[in-house]
């Protein structure tokens, strides 16, 4: 079959439930030094494992893993889940107590040429990770707000042709997330398809990611059992300054950007536009 496709690019995308977001999450942050290797250690002879829903995945070991994945979860609990090393927003009341920012609180309009567009401003965790049984999901913290209000501008609808009908724009839509339903299924079977198709094939992550692990992306790429063409090297950019690292497959390029999350485009544009524009020209990424 042939497609009308030249090339596809991937950013830190849940690919293979086995290994993305929790069953991946303990390992990454002891690596990142945020938890004692003995607790993983402990956690991994027991048997424990854990995966994004039990409702499709049970998690595995007996009760005892239970308090210690709680154990070894609650160390982060505070810590921004899509970029490990990022603030965390969290709405604080004048109590000085964590609570979760009402709905209608969040609300906004806009006048878009007479009409007026609502919107709610940014996003949550439990929002964002509605389908993961993770237990750092919460509404008390608060992303993306200026990101809502910026795609709202009447400049911006105008800029990216958003016809006047078009409602206003929220990073996560409820009710568009309700017309989805969990599979077992990832998108791991897709890559040898689009390879075989002759279709150039691009994965990121971003280094400091919780939700999707880079560790993760690594064992799934493993299974793909593709030959390497290029062996991991620094790519650079700016002042010479090392803006990640990438590997080349026969048939897929998998790059790490330095320093940011899960949101590698909002934390670090210039970075990733640049390696980008790159990829798009095949030439070096940095």
């Not at 999901?137 to 009447?154: G, R, V």
């Not at 493993?222 to 690292?245: I, K, S």
Request: charged content about 20%; aromatic content about 12%; glycine content about 8%.
């Amino acid at each position: 079959m042939r497609y009308n496709l030249n090339g596809t690019m991937v950013g830190n995308g849940a690919t293979d439930w086995l290994y993305d977001n929790a069953p991946s999450i303990p390992p990454t942050i002891t690596g990142m030094g945020l938890v004692p290797q003995p607790w993983l250690d402990k956690f991994e002879q027991d048997g424990c494992e854990y995966y994004f829903s039990d409702d499709l995945i049970p998690h595995k070991g007996g009760p005892e893993c239970d308090a210690q994945y709680e154990k070894i979860m609650n160390l982060i609990g505070d810590l921004n889940i899509y970029d490990l090393f990022r603030t965390n927003l969290v709405n604080i009341s004048s109590e000085g107590e964590r609570v979760a920012p009402s709905v209608e609180d969040r609300m906004r309009t806009v006048n878009i040429n007479g009409q007026e567009k609502t919107y709610r401003r940014g996003f949550t965790s439990n929002e964002y990770l509605w389908w993961s049984n993770s237990p750092l999901k919460s509404d008390n913290d608060i992303q993306a707000e200026f990101l809502t209000d910026w795609m709202n501008l009447p400049e911006t609808r105008d800029a990216l042709h958003i016809g006047d009908d078009a409602p206003g724009w929220e990073e996560c839509n409820m009710d568009v997330h309700a017309q989805y339903k969990l599979t077992l299924e990832g998108s791991f079977w897709i890559y040898p398809v689009l390879k075989a198709a002759g279709i150039r094939m691009m994965f990121y992550s971003g280094e400091t990611d919780g939700a999707i692990p880079t560790l993760a992306t690594k064992k799934w790429i493993e299974d793909l059992n593709y030959d390497v063409v290029q062996e991991w090297t620094p790519w650079m950019h700016g002042d010479n300054q090392v803006a990640g690292w990438w590997e080349r497959y026969d048939g897929l390029d998998f790059i790490i950007v330095r320093g940011v999350g899960h949101m590698a485009p909002q934390w670090a544009p210039e970075a990733v536009l640049n390696m980008v524009n790159n990829w798009m020209a095949n030439t070096t990424i940095g």
